[in-house]
């Protein structure tokens, strides 16, 4: 039940419980401490009245005057009550014989060190015991009872713990007040936070949670938020113009395809005029479906999937089998390709190789005719980094950051020729890197741009 409550309510019931526990624990002590006074006080009374009956005992000279001077020192004494015998034979009593019938009608007795306690008739007793030497030639020593009667000492007991509990009530009561008063008021900055929270929305991505103005441990919290809505602005911005951008990217062979089919359907066509079209149509059909494809295999490799083959991967010999396969390629343009130094990685070979791939099909693309492409591998300590060198044209800094966005090219007009992709290489390239636990980087200037891939070393 108490996991329904809320926050502000489970504090004011662990502080009043709190509090009800330590103001009992101290009434219990306080009520205890009185009592044991009260105990000392008559421990200390009764032992005078026995002390004092000794010593008249000591100076009497027989009965008749032990028994005179016992009266005139006893009888005038309120709440005290004793009693002298020698053996069944009672030498003298003073006349409250009901606190000295003990034995009859007793409810409670119970001996607490050398006093005994008892209650009769609803009134309370305290008693002590001892012993005299009798006056005269008496055979044995006279016993000596002295009892107290405590009544005024239960009575303010009674009071003083009925008010001691009405106090811890009243207590109770208000501390659970201020309890909740200083909840309510130590939680405000929450409700701000949820306040804050609740007003978010793809309007205002960019509010955030004030972390200055909270308490300290409030801060974290604070902070975590802001982390969180810093992502979802990020995301959510990428998911923009990723929406913005696949819509172009869509639009542009379909309406290439809807008007190529309207115009040959405007009037009549030769067989050869239909080829034509329809030639044209199925080379965006294709750019269409390497595209969904690619958006199928980035989607794949961004969602965190586990390698599906990893195994060690000698970087050196996939660069080798690339080069044999763009040797055509770049021969046509007469670029020359190098290879230089030598690594091994863990990791899935095919996704690898893709990777490598659209580096070096991007590279011989921007490459100018008859400038090299240097590929260099530098095996570190913890990591293996393969870098792609080409010339050409120095790409602007602010444009680095963003080569490896989805859809991204540095070219604002968005040509689409034949031999381009749709713009999915290198984000491709960089979903496998991180797949792998590594990442894709870039750099230009001198005329030379560098695209690097890091790899955790396989001995990392």
């Known amino acids: 039940m108490i996991d329904r409550l809320s926050l502000t309510a ?61 009266a005139e020192v006893l009888n005038s004494h309120k709440d005290l009550a004793a009693r002298i015998q020698l053996g069944s034979d009672v030498i003298y009593a003073t006349p409250d014989t009901a606190a000295l019938a003990m034995g009859d009608g007793v409810n409670d007795k119970s001996p607490v060190e050398d006093l005994i306690f008892w209650t009769r008739n609803g009134l309370s007793y305290r008693a002590l015991e001892g012993e005299m030497v009798a006056p005269g030639a008496a055979p044995a020593p006279l016993s000596i009872l002295v009892v107290l009667n405590t009544q005024h000492h239960a009575r303010f007991m009674a009071i003083f713990q009925k008010t001691l509990m009405i106090y811890v009530v009243v207590a109770t009561l208000l501390s659970g007040a201020l309890g909740w008063l200083a909840a309510h008021s130590g939680l405000r900055p ?29 801060a974290d919290l604070a902070r ?14 990428r998911l923009t113009e990723f929406s913005s951008d696949l819509a172009h990217e869509l639009r542009t062979p379909i309406c290439n395809m809807l008007t190529e089919t309207q115009v040959g359907l405007s009037q009549k066509r030769t067989v050869s005029q239909h080829e034509e079209i329809l030639a044209s149509n199925s080379e965006e059909l294709q750019r269409l479906t390497r ?13 965190g999937i586990s390698l599906p ?5 000698v970087l050196e010999e996939e660069v080798s089998a690339l080069f044999d396969f763009y040797e ?25 190789r893709r990777a490598i791939s659209n580096l070096m099909s991007n590279a011989l693309r921007h490459a100018p005719p008859g400038e090299p492409i240097d590929v260099f591998i530098d095996h570190g300590e913890s990591e293996v980094t393969l870098h792609m060198v080409n010339g050409g044209s120095d790409i602007p800094k602010s444009i680095l950051p963003r080569l490896f966005d989805r859809f991204y090219r540095a070219d604002s007009a968005r040509a689409h020729p ?12 960089q979903a496998i890197m991180k797949a792998h636990g590594g990442k894709a980087t870039a750099s230009s200037q001198g005329g030379r741009t560098t695209f690097s891939l890091h790899f955790p070393s396989s001995a990392a």
Do not use: C
């Open 224 to 237: 975590t938020l802001n982390d969180m809505f810093q992502r979802l602005q990020i995301d959510f911005q």
């Open 10 to 70: 489970r504090v004011v019931v662990l502080f009043t419980l709190i509090s009800a526990s330590i103001l009992l624990g101290l009434g219990w002590l306080i009520s205890a401490s009185v009592e044991r006074h009260f105990v000392d006080l008559d421990r200390a009374a009764l032992q005078d009245k026995l002390h004092l009956i000794q010593e008249i005992g000591a100076e009497s000279a027989d009965r008749a005057d032990l028994v005179g001077r016992l």
């Open 309 to 313: 083959n990893p195994e060690p991967v």
């Open 190 to 218: 929450l409700r701000k936070m949820k306040t804050q929270a609740h007003s978010v929305n793809i309007k205002n991505l960019d509010q955030r949670m004030p972390v200055e103005s909270v308490p300290i441990e409030m």
């Open 418 to 429: 034949a031999a381009e992709g749709a713009g999915l290489g290198l984000s491709i390239t």
């Open 328 to 352: 055509a390629l770049a021969e046509e343009k007469h670029i020359a390709l190098s290879l230089k130094g030598s690594g091994t990685t863990r990791g899935d070979r095919l996704m690898i």
């Open 291 to 303: 595209m969904v494809s690619d958006m199928l295999y980035l989607a794949t490799t961004e969602n």
